[in-house]
């Protein structure tokens, strides 16, 4: 592929958060008053900005949602961000893109604190120019405004930069901007969410996904 600037997202598509996000949002919903015991219930958090989730999946009000975002970040700031790992193949497929003299950047609905601070401790922010994500205060978390501001402050041209991710999100964030999007199967989003925002690329694996940067 012939992209000079890629964009990665950062959950399911670098890494796997779902240990850290999902007891991090039971945490936060047992101090809201509700039990969840079924961590897997709660993937669906994992993508899209967590206040929105909040109010979406339990018809919170936006101050009650925010509230929950409080208590979330109260346990994923000290224990939840950790525990994560970083996907098979994502340092050899970072190594060899770098290598190819190609400019990589994040872009993540993650307030930009969390997602520097994962980067760091995994050891895979030296493989980035720089590090996008929200503000702590919700701005940004669109993905389609985070994508517009990276655009404009790196100066990117549209037709060489391609946006990598595993929710729908990215692919419209992508789209709204004037990216090619290439969507992963081995995230959080479904065959059907990606499939349905028609990606440029589509790829299962991150085999796959290594390999057409080859080509």
Do not use: C
């Amino acid at each position: 592929m012939h992209y000079q600037n890629v964009l990665f997202d950062l959950d399911g598509t670098l890494t796997d958060p779902r240990e850290g996000i999902t007891r991090s949002i039971q945490y936060g919903l047992s101090k809201m008053g509700i039990d969840e015991p079924d961590l897997s219930k709660l993937e669906h958090f994992i993508g899209p900005p967590l206040l929105q989730a909040f109010m979406e999946f339990y018809s919170f009000s936006e101050a009650q949602a925010w509230e929950a975002v409080g208590y979330y970040r109260e346990r994923f700031s000290v224990t939840g961000l950790y525990e994560n790992h970083v996907f098979d193949g994502v340092t050899p497929l970072l190594e060899e893109l770098v290598g190819q003299g190609r400019q990589l950047y994040i872009a993540t609905s993650k307030p930009q604190i969390y997602a520097r601070e994962i980067a760091r401790h995994f050891d895979f922010a030296k493989h980035f120019n720089v590090i996008y994500g929200s503000e702590l205060d919700g701005t940004r978390t669109n993905k389609i405004e985070l994508i517009a501001h990276l655009m404009a402050e790196q100066g990117l041209d549209p037709a060489q930069t391609l946006m990598i991710g595993d929710r729908k999100h990215d692919l419209i964030g992508a789209r709204q901007n004037g990216l090619d999007a290439a969507a992963v199967g081995y995230g959080f989003g479904s065959f059907e969410e990606l499939n349905s925002h028609t990606p440029a690329y589509h790829f299962e694996t991150l085999v796959q996904l290594h390999q057409a940067f080859k080509n």
